[in-house]
């Protein structure tokens, strides 16, 4: 197997590492690789921070092993390799009635990068996290397979899931898909005017899909008003997808200046009208309005830009108005801000989802970004939340054992399964997560 020499960032390219990286194709080659230099795998980078690099060492790049290895109608469950694309099995099954159970924001995550983060989706309220919906997962180590479940090999299991690729490479997993009445949604659009009634809205939906669109530059009465989208699948007839298209160069500085971002949003907000409006789109729209829009991460320039992502209690929601008045305040908010409602699903020992509610936001990468950040990230430790590592690239080491209480528990396995740190990354070293063994 040939290592090549590549620089490659984070979807938010606030971070760098330039590494040895090789692409194996097939679990043989694979295994003949880990044997020699066992290394983190890495899928297509869309993990916003740092916890795909690994600067100065070696990575494994899982796209290349993509199949599909079996499905059973019957049941719904999918054997699939860890580079397989989410948005390509949605786009695959959704016409014969199942779609992933959890899907992220991304088409474009693989299925090794959905367990490594234990991601989360516009369902959480009621479905839960990736994890719960993983049957099984095939897992090498030292240039080993060996599978684990919920019945056999349980703790390496739920240390594998959320586990950010500490405890081995992801070469495939068998998923329970999603029985769904077709490849549309029906959506249905409502202004919500403030914080308290989104909260309110949030909180009442009966809708299997759920999601808000917030306006972080808003201030005073109109503090935290937005946009709340529910869902359901459906069946019929719909437009085709347009084309994506691809965003062609870096964007200045000007382009999200807090005037400009400010006239976006309240134009935005008023796209839906007062009355409120319901449609039908292609599920790939819905789930993933974004990956239109290739590149969109050039929209921040070219220093990149940090996503700040937390989750706090239902009973602590009245700190998300003080992070929201200081994003606010400081006018560094990009347009690119969500608020969900989470159940308490979750599935491993690192994984980010709690129940509550969960606030994620953009913030281009200036100067006083990270110092506004560390100010958000001591509010929510405070809280009771946690930030979510998928999206982290800034965390200070001294809130990750009071944000994830498990951390011990996690540190101390992973540390036996791989005492010389061959699979640490950038962001594990950052937040000394070996350190709690």
Known sequence: MIWNTLTYTGWGRVRSATAQVARPERTSSLAALQAETAAPAIGMCRSYGDSCLNDGGHAVDMTRMNRLLGFDPDTGILEVEAGARIGDIARRFAPDGWLPSVMPGTGFATVGG????DVHGKNHHGAGSFGQHVVEISLMNDGKLQKVS??????LFRATIGGMGQTGVIVSAKLQLLPCKGDIMTVTERRIENLDHFLEALDASKSTYTVGWIDATAQGEAL???ILEEAETGYGLVPDAKPSRAVPFNAPRWALASPVVRFFNAAYF?????RGRTSVK????????LDKLLEWNRLYGKRGFHQFQC???????AVLRLMLDKIGSAGLASPLAVLKRMGPGRAGLMSFPMEGYTLAIDFPNRAVAEALIAELEEITEKAGGRVYLAKDATLDPSHLAKMYPDVTKFAKLVSSIDPD??????????LNIRSHA
């Open 282 to 289: 292609p599920i790939t729209e819905f789930f993933f309005p």
């Open 421 to 430: 740190g061959q699979y640490e990354t950038d962001q594990t070293r950052r």
């Open 224 to 226: 935290g008003r937005g």
């Open 150 to 155: 919920p019945a056999k090999g349980v703790k």
């Open 114 to 117: 959905c367990i490594a983060h």
């Open 270 to 274: 008023r796209r839906v009208p007062e």
């Open 311 to 317: 989750v706090v209690p239902v009973s602590e929601a």
